[in-house]
């Protein structure tokens, strides 16, 4: 029997992560797309997500750019987690925007990888630049086949 193509083995992840993404759902991401080394994720900003400057608190930006870093170095069905990450915030999301972070995959040897992300507003405006380091548990599938 043949493998699965690679994009297969993307949309099979990006179905069985968020199944069980009790994070992405609650802050109501969507996943809008996943392909091999790559994946894009977006979320409206709420009232709640707003900190005391009236503005998005960076968390939620971080954990937005940390979901599509999640399934893009997922998106080969090998178990992967974040080793660490950084984010650079270079302008404020406010109340409604509606963000999207796109991640794709810049490096990836045996098991560490490095996954770059840039998150922007419904006007194409950049907020933000995360860069993430991925360690892969060799054998383990992310999802069940």
Same mark, same amino acid.
């Given at each position: 029997m043949s493998e699965p193509l690679p994009q297969v083995v993307a949309d099979r992840v990006r179905e069985g992560m968020f199944a069980n993404d009790h994070a992405c759902q609650g802050l109501g991401m969507?996943?809008?797309?996943?392909?091999?080394? =790559?994946?894009?994720?977006?979320?409206?900003? $709420?009232?709640?997500?707003?900190?005391?400057?009236?503005? =998005?608190?960076?968390?939620?930006?971080?954990?937005l750019a940390d979901s599509a870093f999640a399934y893009a170095c997922n998106s080969y069905n090998e178990l992967t987690l974040a080793s660490g990450f950084s984010v650079d915030f270079v302008a404020p999301a406010h109340?409604?925007?509606?963000?999207?972070? $796109? =991640?794709?995959?810049?490096?990836?040897?045996?098991?560490?990888?490095?996954?770059?992300?840039e998150v922007v507003n419904q $006007?194409?405006?950049?907020?933000?630049?995360?860069?993430?380091?991925?360690?892969?548990?060799?054998? $383990?599938?992310?999802?069940?086949?």
């Amino acid at each position: 029997m043949s493998e699965p193509l690679p994009q297969v083995v993307a949309d099979r992840v990006r179905e069985g992560m968020f199944a069980n993404d009790h994070a992405c759902q609650g802050l109501g991401m969507q996943v809008l797309e996943v392909a091999p080394g =790559c994946a894009t994720v977006q979320m409206t900003v $709420r009232g709640d997500m707003l900190n005391g400057h009236e503005i =998005c608190h960076g968390g939620f930006i971080a954990t937005l750019a940390d979901s599509a870093f999640a399934y893009a170095c997922n998106s080969y069905n090998e178990l992967t987690l974040a080793s660490g990450f950084s984010v650079d915030f270079v302008a404020p999301a406010h109340h409604g925007d509606v963000l999207t972070a $796109r =991640c794709s995959e810049v490096s990836k040897a045996g098991r560490t990888g490095v996954y770059d992300a840039e998150v922007v507003n419904q $006007r194409g405006e950049r907020l933000a630049l995360f860069r993430g380091r991925s360690y892969t548990l060799k054998g $383990r599938p992310a999802v069940a086949a």
